[in-house]
Nanobody
Framework: QVQLVESGGGLVQAGASLRLSCAAS????????TGWFRQAPGKERDFVAA????????AYADSVKGRFTISRDNAKNTVYLQMNSLKPEDTAVYYC??????????????????WGQGTQVTVSS
């Protein structure tokens, strides 16, 4: 099994930045994709960004392109989501997830087998 733990969420004002971390432990896969999703109250869980290993390919939702950056530190088995210029509509619980397929860069939550518990991000106006 893979355990994923998100951290870095919090309450910030619009325009501020946050960096989320997703630390993986347990069973590891040489090739896989890590994705970030978010779910606002009363809404479905939406794709935010994904990054593959070992290829380092990335994908972003249109709503976060140019503001969010996904990266990874393979030595630490950690994936980061740098979020800049935050907006109130970015408020949600953010989840990281792992897909054993390193080529798909999936944008649907059904593409991912392992999930973390989530971290709350709240952006005030």
């Amino acid at each position: 099994q893979v355990q994923l733990v998100e951290s870095g969420g919090g309450l910030v004002q619009a325009g501020a930045s946050l960096r989320l971390s997703c630390a993986a432990s347990g069973r590891t896969f040489v090739g896989h994709t890590t994705g970030w999703f978010r779910q606002a109250p009363g809404k479905e869980r939406d794709f935010v960004a994904a990054i593959s290993r070992p290829y380092g390919r990335t994908a972003y939702a249109d709503s976060v392109k140019g503001r969010f950056t996904i990266s990874r530190d393979n030595a630490k088995n950690t994936v980061y989501l740098q979020m800049n210029s935050l907006k109130p509509e970015d408020t949600a619980v953010y989840y990281c997830a792992v897909d054993r397929n390193p080529l798909r860069l999936g944008q649907h939550d059904s593409d991912y087998e392992y999930w973390g518990q989530g971290t709350q991000v709240t952006v005030s106006s």
